[in-house]
Antibody
Framework: QVQLQESGPGLVKPSETLSLTCTVS????????WSWIRQPPGKGLEWIGH???????NYNPSLKSRVTMSVDTSKKWFSLKLNSVTAADTAVYYC???????????WGQGTMVTVSS | NFVLTQPHSVSESPGRTVTISCTRS????????VQWYQQRPGSAPTTVIY?????PSEVPDRFSGSIDISSNSASLTISGLKTEDEADYYC??????????FGGGTKVTVL
């Protein structure tokens, strides 16, 4: 059974960098795309981007200037860095497994990140 | 990039049928697959329809999906509505650059 688990600080100060990791179990990371999606409180889902096992990335144009994703196939995790955060980046952050037909078929439970001083 | 527009909310009585639309602003709806996700409060989304009309084995056949080229939209239909179907539903597709797009979400209320 494939499982994804997000981890990282729940509180980040404004202007600093948000860093999250998603650990993959039950599946090879050397297949599929691996996505980050976020959801501000009371709002809808926003795609942040995804990464392929070879490191190829695809980012949401609205966040591209602040986003970096990486992957470690040996340790079976992938990560998200979002710099220069503001209160608008406060959200639940989800990682997901995405296939080549655009389906995010496995999701992590999500982790709440608050941007506040 | 394109926008996927959903109604903010729909409501219906138990046992009835609801249909949620997802209209694509540009580009053909058939040019990329549409997925539908269900999200209950406090939980991560789960897939109820993928590739326009396919249903995961664990999803009841009360859920069905379709696309309509004439209106450039996708639809999720829930028949025989149950209280457990009360949730937010999101459509999702992707553009020619393989960038994902989510609809704004629709809150389904079972009266």
């Amino acid at each position: 059974q494939v499982q994804l688990q997000e981890s990282g600080p729940g509180l980040v100060k404004p202007s600093e960098t948000l860093s999250l990791t998603c650990t993959v179990s039950g599946d090879s990371i050397s297949s599929h795309y691996w996505s980050w999606i976020r959801q501000p409180p009371g709002k809808g889902l926003e795609w942040i981007g995804h990464i392929y096992y070879n490191g190829r990335t695809n980012y949401n144009p609205s966040l591209k200037s602040r986003v970096t994703m990486s992957v470690d196939t040996s340790k079976k995790w992938f990560s998200l860095k979002l710099n220069s955060v503001t209160a608008a980046d406060t959200a639940v952050y989800y990682c997901s497994r995405r296939n080549f037909r655009g389906v995010s078929d496995v999701w992590g439970q999500g982790t709440m990140v608050t941007v506040s001083s | 990039n394109f926008v996927l527009t959903q109604p903010h909310s729909v409501s219906e009585s138990p046992g009835r049928t609801v249909t949620i639309s997802c209209t694509r602003s540009s580009g053909g709806v058939a040019s990329s697959y549409v997925q539908w996700y269900q999200q209950r409060p406090g939980s991560a989304p789960t897939t109820v329809i993928y590739e326009n009309e396919q249903r995961p084995s664990e999803v009841p056949d009360r859920f069905s999906g379709s696309i309509d080229i004439s209106s450039n939209s996708a639809s999720l239909t829930i028949s025989g509505l149950k209280t457990e179907d009360e949730a937010d539903y999101y459509c999702q597709s992707y553009d020619s650059n393989n960038q994902d797009v989510f609809g704004g979400g629709t809150k389904v209320t079972v009266l």
